[in-house]
């Protein structure tokens, strides 16, 4: 292993009335890409900024190779004092030169010469985005980069990643984004940190490897777990096994959801032996909505029905809160109609987390300060409810204040599932939520009886958990597929829209039209071969992290894991090749017509 260029040896902090966590060593050499993952609580923001020197170690040593430039994406950045996002993107002595920022700026689609105070949370996190990638780290420190932002500046984050040649350290909730960028991983457990040589593609066969190995040592010293680590081992094993069991359910549901689809895409619910009134939620007939000259959504045709999980995606501004609103019945449409059940009693949870009053107890705000709280008319005692929603029982009493942002997000969902409801809407509901807590979530929403209608650009959640997806391209035009984000974007490639990924807000001028001749017999062959090829390599690149998860391999076989780590690689490469190729390929087809 290559000499680190940022280490921290016995590392400690303080936070509140005991050690956060001890005793740490972490190294991070000149081209690690880590996934830094844990609980909410458990430090990985502090963690983050000790590495970056911005806050001090009440112990250890941290030592850093000369000339090493350590940049932190905050995930809150701090814009209060800066008049526009630009004065905040070059401000400080290390800020970067105006030319970087803005040509970062011009690729990722944000005007920095917006005033800070009336940016949204998207703008904002790009205008940080910008000032970070500006400044020419060594080493990048990102605090979950892709909060607020769109499917396609999140595309255009993890090429900007993938071309680095720098080291970078990511905390993230987006499962899709961490397999797709990350090679190591750091697991910040219970106060201690482990490192394991695999991406996040293997990160849950290595965690079950650990926790089976500590659950047999406990067993062999004939010692009792503690209350809180037996429920976490128990609990967060068996949730995965039964999320295992709830993703069969749900290809299942989807496929009896693509049997009604009707040839444009709408539900055709007659052949149903139901009455069909009593299970259509929401019915939507040639529904059009513009603003102005920009029609947002055009001749729309849908039934939602009961049980049905919608899944609502597309970039920032193609008409997703439009939506949402003409669906909720909060907007009117131009034109067509939309008919709401009578009974439909609807819980909205938003990204501001408006409830969370900071000066208000966890007991306040789940069970008004008593004991009880009834949950889908039964009653439970609060410390054991939040035991189901990952809190551990001494936080009943603490301020809503001192919780963090993810915790915070977990304790307004308790709160609200317990309410008696038929329709939940939830808008952007993984923003600061940890894997476990989505998890939990994917699993609350599978047992919901009633209809959720979910905005998210988390790609793997929705995968998870939707049974139809409603995609925006900006046009007016709403894809309907039966199936989750993977679905859409097939059904997007098929159609080559876009060919490559596009500047998120730019559009670009018209190509002149090509020549009309044919593809050569080898591209051909590429074009219709290649798809199948990437998905052996993904095949192959999972296979070999899984196998890398074995904690011994490397003292038991060093050649063994040396071979892996080299075939990951190998397919990793050849599999960017293989999509850069298939998607030239894609465009000229397209050109042809």
Do not use: C
Request: charge should be negative; avoid cysteine.
């Amino acid at each position: 292993m290559a000499a680190p260029i940022l280490a921290y040896e016995n590392l400690g902090i303080i936070q509140g009335s005991g050690w956060l966590f001890r005793g740490l060593d972490i190294h991070i050499g000149a081209r690690d890409r880590l996934a830094l993952i844990g609980r909410n609580g458990a430090g990985k923001t502090t963690l983050l900024k000790l590495i970056a020197g911005k806050i001090e170690a009440d112990e250890g040593r941290r030592t850093i190779v000369p000339g090493t430039r350590v940049v932190l994406l905050e995930q809150e950045p701090d814009l209060a004092n800066f008049p526009t996002l630009l004065d905040y993107v070059l401000s400080g002595d290390d800020a970067p030169a105006r030319h970087e920022a803005d040509a970062i700026a011009d690729q990722l689609g944000i005007d920095l010469t917006r005033e800070s105070a009336s940016a949204s949370g998207g703008e904002r996190r790009r205008a940080a985005i910008v000032r970070a990638l500006a400044m020419d780290p060594d080493v990048l420190l990102l605090d979950e980069p892709t909060n607020h932002l769109d499917i396609a500046a999140i595309d255009w984050l993890e090429d900007w990643l993938g071309r680095f040649r720098g080291a970078f350290i990511v905390i993230s909730h987006d499962r899709t984004f961490l397999t797709r960028l990350t090679k190591q991983t750091l697991w910040l457990d219970r106060g201690s940190v482990r490192r394991a040589e695999i991406g996040f593609g293997g990160f849950e066969a290595w965690t079950e490897q650990v926790y089976a190995e500590e659950a047999r040592n406990a067993e062999k010293l004939d010692a009792k777990l503690k209350l809180e680590e037996h429920w976490l081992l128990r609990g967060v094993t068996g949730r995965r096994k039964r999320n295992q069991g709830r993703l069969s359910k749900l290809h299942e549901m989807r496929a009896v959801r693509a049997a009604m689809m009707g040839p444009q895409g709408t539900a055709n619910l007659s052949i149903g032996s139901d009455d069909v009134r009593t299970k259509v939620v929401i019915d939507v007939k040639g529904v059009s909505k513009s603003f102005g000259d920009r029609t947002i959504i055009k001749d729309l045709t849908l039934r939602i029905t009961r049980g049905d999980r919608i899944g609502i995606v597309g970039a920032n501004g193609a008409g997703k809160t439009t939506l949402l609103k003409l669906l909720t019945g909060e907007l009117a449409p131009d034109t067509g109609h939309i008919r709401l059940a009578k009974t439909l009693d609807r819980i909205v949870i938003d990204q501001q987390r408006s409830l969370m009053a900071p000066n208000k107890t966890v007991r306040e705000v789940l069970a008004d300060g008593g004991d009880w709280i009834e949950v889908q008319g039964v009653k439970k005692h609060v410390i054991g409810y939040l035991k189901e929603f990952l809190f551990e029982p001494g936080l009943v009493d603490a301020l809503v204040g001192t919780l963090s942002g993810g915790e915070r997000s977990r304790l307004l969902l308790a709160r609200e599932f317990a309410r008696p409801s038929n329709l939940l809407v939830l808008d952007e509901p993984t923003n600061d939520l940890d894997l476990e807590t989505l998890d939990l979530l994917q699993e609350v929403i599978s047992d919901y009886d009633g209809t959720v209608l979910i905005v998210s650009h988390d790609r793997d959640f929705l995968d998870r958990t939707v049974t139809i997806t409603l995609g925006l391209d900006g046009s007016g035009t709403v894809d309907v597929v039966a199936g989750g984000y993977e679905d859409w974007e097939k059904r997007r490639k098929q159609r080559v829209l876009g060919g490559k990924r596009a500047n998120p807000r730019k559009v670009e001028p018209t190509a002149p039209p090509a020549p009309k001749v044919k593809l050569t017999y080898k591209d051909q062959r590429d074009y219709e071969l290649l798809p199948k090829q990437i998905e052996q390599l993904e095949a192959a690149i999972a296979r070999d992290e899984a196998a890398l998860a074995d904690p011994d391999l490397y003292a038991r076989d060093p050649a063994a894991f040396d071979r892996l780590m080299k075939a990951i690689d190998t397919a990793r490469a050849r599999k960017d090749a293989a999509e850069h190729r298939w998607l030239e390929l894609a465009e000229q087809a397209e050109a042809l017509g």
